[in-house]
C-alpha cells in the first residue's frame, strides 16, 4: 500500500490535534473509538458538540464519560464542565483555545488529541487556533453504504418535528428540499460537502489524509498506524474520555472495531443505491482513494 504523496513548502512541524472531518454516518464514532486505543492518542468524540452542550447548565445530565468516571471525575471533563458559564460566551475558536489551555497540563504537549466532530465549518474556525499542530483525517464513506445508512435512520426518525425545525431554520431551503425525493436531496449531500472538504483541504498547508471508510476497513492496523506516525504520536499512554458519538454504537455490547457496513447490498433499495451511485462514480472512486498530503516535504511515510 503505498498512497499518493504530495508536499508543500513547509519545514516539519509535529501536529498534535487530529480533527475527523466527513459527513455524518460516515464511520467518524468507530474511527475515534479505534484511535483512542492507541498509544499517543487522547480521543475525546465530538468536541465541538461536547463544548457546546457543557455551556449549557445540565446539558449532559446522567452521561458518564467512556473513560468511566463521572464528569464531575474524569480528569479531562471535569476542568471543562467547571467553565460551564465562561464557555457559554465564547465562539466555537474561543471555545477551543480555553480547552486547549485546560487539556495541556492534563494531558501533556505530547498527546495526540483525537477530535470526531465531523464539521468543515469547524475545521474551518480551529485552523488558526492550531496552526501547525493540526492534522486532519477527511473520512469517506461510499456514497450507496452512506445513503442506505442514513436513509433507514431518517426512517426512524420524527419527520414532523424535523421538518418544523428545518423551517424555522431555512424557510425557502425547507420548502425546496421537502419537495424533492430524501435519496436525492442526501445525494447531493453527500456530493457537495464531500467535494467542499476536499477543496479545502487541497488549498490548505498543513498535513492531511483522505480516506475511503472501506479502505480503512479492510486494513484497519495498518492505517491507524499511518495516522499515528502523520500525527507523529510520542506518548505510550492510550485513552479515550467520550461524552458524545454515535450512541448506537458507543453503547452497545458489540466489539468496538472498524467493521465495513455492508447493509447496501442487500437494501431493498438496491437499484435506487446503484442509479445514485452511476451519477457520482467519479467522485466516490476519487474519494475512497488514500491521499496523503504532508505539510513537509522532509517527510515520507510507509504504511
Ligand atoms: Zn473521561
Known amino acids: 500500500m503505498s498512497p499518493p504523496f504530495r508536499s508543500a513548502n513547509r519545514q516539519a512541524h509535529v501536529p498534535r490535534y487530529l480533527y475527523i472531518v466527513s459527513l455524518e454516518r460516515s464511520g467518524s464514532t468507530p474511527l475515534t473509538f479505534n484511535l483512542g486505543l492507541r498509544p499517543g492518542f487522547a480521543a475525546l468524540g465530538e468536541i465541538d458538540r461536547t463544548l457546546e452542550l457543557m455551556a449549557r447548565p445540565g446539558g449532559f445530565s446522567g452521561r458518564d464519560c467512556s473513560c468511566g468516571a463521572t464528569i464531575p471525575d474524569c480528569p479531562v471533563w471535569a476542568p471543562v464542565a467547571r467553565e460551564s458559564p465562561v464557555l457559554a460566551a465564547m465562539r466555537v475558536a474561543e471555545r477551543y483555545q480555553r480547552l486547549d489551555t485546560l487539556l495541556e497540563p492534563v494531558l501533556g504537549a505530547d498527546t495526540v488529541v483525537v ?68 435519496s436525492l436531496v442526501y445525494l447531493l449531500r453527500w456530493t457537495r460537502q464531500n467535494r467542499a472538504m476536499r477543496d479545502w483541504l487541497a488549498g490548505q498547508d498543513m498535513s492531511w489524509l483522505r480516506i475511503g471508510y472501506e479502505t480503512l476497513c479492510a486494513e484497519p492496523d495498518a492505517w491507524l498506524k499511518t495516522m499515528a506516525k502523520l500525527a507523529a504520536t510520542k506518548t505510550d499512554q492510550a485513552q479515550h474520555h467520550i461524552l458524545l458519538g454515535s450512541f448506537g454504537y458507543l453503547d452497545s455490547d458489540r466489539p468496538k472495531t472498524l467493521t465495513l457496513d455492508e447493509c447496501w447490498h442487500r437494501s431493498p433499495r438496491r437499484r435506487l443505491l446503484d442509479v445514485a451511485h452511476s451519477a457520482v462514480a467519479g467522485l466516490n472512486r476519487e474519494l475512497a482513494e488514500p491521499f496523503v498530503h504532508h505539510a513537509s516535504s522532509a517527510r515520507s511515510i510507509t504504511t
Request: aromatic share 6%.
Open 115 to 182: 477530535d470526531g466532530s465531523k464539521p468543515l465549518a469547524t475545521l474551518q474556525a480551529i485552523r488558526p487556533v492550531f496552526d501547525e499542530r493540526l492534522f486532519a483525517v477527511h473520512l469517506v464513506k461510499d456514497v450507496r453504504a452512506y445513503l442506505e445508512s442514513t436513509l433507514q435512520r431518517m426512517a426512524t426518525m420524527d419527520q414532523e418535528r424535523l421538518w418544523a425545525e428545518a423551517l424555522q431554520r431555512q424557510p425557502l431551503r425547507a420548502r425546496l428540499v421537502r419537495a424533492l425525493p430524501d
